[in-house]
């Protein structure tokens, strides 16, 4: 199993990114999915996830109503579209995935991560 996360870049406060989590060996419509996020110093946080059916969204509190996550069954892809960033964003951000319903903060798979550098 590989989840390959890309999209990550500098950006200054305010801009938009949008990350991309490609999955392999693994079928991400039969896996509950998202994001955690991790700054130097700082905690592994919970950032977006999408339940094992895709109907339903979770946020972490910081980001709810910035982010948005979704996933493309075709190309077997997670996405997190981010907005109106701040630098308290910056952190590296990994996808995961889960056999569970929903996903849990440790999750059955994670992948390696991707740079968001979000400038003042």
């Known amino acids: 199993v590989q989840l390959q996360a890309s999209g990550g870049g500098l950006v200054q406060a305010g801009g938009s990114l949008r990350l991309a989590c490609a999955a392999s060996?693994?079928?991400?419509?039969?896996?509950?999915t998202g994001w955690f996020r991790q700054a130097p110093g700082k905690e592994r946080e919970f950032v977006a996830s999408i339940s094992k059916s895709g109907g339903t969204t979770s946020y972490g509190d910081s980001v709810k109503g910035r982010f948005t996550i979704s996933r493309d069954s075709a190309e077997n892809t997670v996405y997190l579209q981010m907005n109106s960033l701040k630098p308290e964003d910056t952190a590296v951000y990994y996808c995961a995935a889960d056999r569970t319903l929903f996903l849990s903060m440790q999750p059955d798979y994670r992948g390696q991560g991707t740079q968001v550098t979000v400038s003042s």
């Open positions: 060996g693994l079928t991400v419509s039969r896996y509950a």
